[in-house]
C-alpha cells in the first residue's frame, strides 16, 4: 500500500533564496511526525509544498500515491479539499461566513446537501469546543477560537493527511492539549496521517517521529 504522504528530494526556493534544499520524508496512515528547527528553517515551507500550496521546484510530492505534480488542475484541487486537511497560522477562515459555515465548506463544495454538512460541522464543533459559537463570524471570535475552528474544518472530510503549522499557538496550555488531542485521534482512530509544525515541546512530545530542519535539509529524525 502506497504511504499517506510522500516527499521525495523536494526543493523550494523564494526567488533565489533556497528554503528546501533536497527534503525526502514518509509518513503512514496513522502517524503522526513534529517538523521542529529555528525560525527560518523551512519548516512553513515544507508543509506549505506537502499541501499542494507552493509547487516544488524539484521533487515530488504524492498523497495516497498520486503525484500532485501530475494531476490536471481540478483534480488536484478536489484531491487536496477532499485528502488533504490543513490547519494554516493565519486567515484561513472566510471572514464573513458563520463558523458552521465555515467547517461545513469542504462538504459543501465536494456537493454535500446543506442539511447533512451542517450536521457533521456541528459535530466537529463540539468536538474542538467551539458549538456554542457555530454562529458567529470569525471577527467576533479570539484566535485560539478560530484556530479550533480551523482544526474542524480541516479534519471534516476525514482527510488522508492532515497538515498543520502551530496548531496549538493561540491557545492556553489547557485548550491546546485539548486541540492537540483531537489532531492526535483523527490520526490514531481514523488513520490520518498526521505532520504538525512546532516549536512546543510537549506538541513534538506527542508525536511518533521529530523530523528537525535545518537551513532547508532534515538535520536529523528521532524517533519518539
Ligand atoms: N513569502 C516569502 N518570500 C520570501 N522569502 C520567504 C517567504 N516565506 C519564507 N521565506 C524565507 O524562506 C525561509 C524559510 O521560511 P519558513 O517560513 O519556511 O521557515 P519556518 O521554519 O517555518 O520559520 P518560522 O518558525 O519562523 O515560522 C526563511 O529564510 C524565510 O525568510
Redo the contacts with the bound molecule.
Keep these: 500500500m502506497n504511504a499517506a504522504l510522500t516527499l521525495d528530494q523536494v526543493e523550494y526556493s523564494?526567488?533565489r533564496?533556497p528554503?528546501l534544499r533536497g527534503v525526502s520524508l514518509q509518513l503512514e496512515r496513522g502517524e503522526v511526525v513534529a517538523v521542529t528547527?529555528a525560525?527560518?528553517?523551512?519548516?512553513?515551507?515544507?508543509l506549505h509544498c506537502a499541501a499542494g500550496i507552493l509547487t516544488p521546484d524539484a521533487g515530488a510530492v504524492q498523497v495516497d500515491g498520486q503525484d500532485l505534480a501530475e494531476l490536471p488542475e481540478e483534480r488536484r484541487a478536489a484531491l487536496r479539499r477532499t485528502k488533504i486537511g490543513i490547519v494554516l497560522q493565519f486567515g484561513q477562515l472566510v471572514p464573513d461566513l458563520p463558523l458552521i459555515d465555515n467547517v461545513a465548506l469542504p462538504l459543501l463544495l465536494s456537493g454535500h446537501e446543506r442539511g447533512e454538512a451542517h450536521v457533521s460541522a456541528m459535530d466537529w464543533l463540539e468536538q474542538v469546543g467551539i458549538a456554542d459559537d457555530a454562529d458567529a463570524v470569525p471577527a467576533e471570535l479570539s484566535g485560539g477560537q478560530t484556530q479550533r475552528a480551523a482544526v474542524a474544518r480541516a479534519l471534516i472530510t476525514g482527510p488522508s493527511v492532515v497538515l498543520a503549522d502551530e496548531p496549538t499557538g493561540s491557545l492556553d496550555s489547557r485548550a491546546g492539549q485539548e486541540l492537540l488531542e483531537v489532531l492526535l485521534k483523527a490520526a490514531r482512530y481514523r488513520g490520518a496521517a498526521l505532520m504538525m509544525?512546532t516549536?512546543d515541546n510537549l506538541v513534538a512530545a506527542s508525536a511518533d517521529r521529530e523530523i528537525r530542519?535545518r537551513d532547508g535539509v532534515i538535520q536529523h529524525e528521532v524517533a519518539l
Excluded: E, Q
Excluded at 525560525?39 to 515544507?46: D, E, I, P, Q, V
Design positions: 523564494y526567488r533564496n528554503a528547527g525560525s527560518g528553517c523551512g519548516k512553513s515551507t515544507l509544525v516549536h530542519l
